[in-house]
T-cell receptor
Framework: KQEVTQIPAALSVPEGENLVLNCSFT??????LQWFRQDPGKGLTSLLL?????REQTSGRLNASLDKSSGRSTLYIAASQPGDSATYLC??????????????FGKGTKLSVIP | GAGVSQSPRYKVAKRGQDVALRCDPI?????LFWYQQALGQGPEFLTY????????KSGLPSDRFFAERPEGSVSTLKIQRTQQEDSAVYLC????????????FGPGTRLLVL
């Protein structure tokens, strides 16, 4: 069974710092990997999606990398801002049979950016 | 619509009551998913629809949980004889075509069973 682990569980940084969030998964047979942001009461927002054949994806101040063979992904946030405070979730998409794929999520990293 | 909407946003139920949670996906999205998120945990897959067909219900925790999408748009997740362990946030998501694509999530329904 696929398991996704995110370290650290919580992180507090001063505004302006660069930071890295880590995600590991036990089964490398993934279709793609997705990073989400979850704000209280607002559901999940997709940040980046990396296909299994890709090594990284970038969007603005965010950069996500994928090393499928070692079962790891990182989310790099440059020049953090207080508005980046949220819980960041990593999810891997795997084939579940009958032509469909399922997302398996980690527990998330709660990020606080201090002004 | 502009995004996925869910109602009610909050629901308090007494143990043993039945509840119904509604999801309105993005207009034109074929695939619809339900997830359960317990406090401090990541979302866990419950079930998946492609149009009106429920193609995967492997994540439903018991036969008290039932989902439908009769016309291929709005979906309802029903929980019968609620128990305290059903307390969680129930998230709905939709994607344009199939299960390989980005999913767009609604704000969730927070269910508290007393």
């Amino acid at each position: 069974k696929q398991e996704v682990t995110q370290i650290p569980a919580a992180l507090s940084v001063p505004e302006g710092e660069n930071l890295v969030l880590n995600c590991s998964f036990t089964d490398s047979a993934i279709y793609n990997l997705q990073w989400f942001r979850q704000d209280p009461g607002k559901g999940l927002t997709s940040l980046l999606l990396i296909q299994s054949s890709q090594r990284e994806q970038t969007s603005g101040r965010l950069n996500a990398s994928l090393d499928k063979s070692s079962g790891r992904s990182t989310l790099y946030i440059a020049a953090s801002q207080p508005g980046d405070s949220a819980t960041y979730l990593c999810a891997v998409r795997v084939y579940s049979g009958a032509g469909s794929y399922q997302l398996t999520f980690g527990k998330g990293t709660k990020l606080s950016v201090i002004p | 619509g502009a995004g996925v909407s869910q109602s009610p946003r909050y629901k308090v139920a007494k143990r043993g009551q039945d509840v119904a949670l509604r999801c309105d996906p993005i207009s034109g999205h074929v695939s619809l998913f339900w997830y359960q998120q317990a406090l401090g945990q990541g979302p866990e897959f419950l079930t998946y629809f492609q149009n009106e067909a429920q193609l995967d219900k492997s994540g439903l925790p018991s036969d008290r949980f039932f989902a439908e999408r009769p016309e291929g748009s709005v979906s309802t997740l029903k929980i019968q004889r609620t128990q305290q362990e059903d307390s969680a946030v129930y998230l709905c998501a939709s994607s344009y075509r199939d299960t390989r694509e980005t999913q767009y999530f609604g704000p969730g329904t927070r269910l508290l069973v007393l």
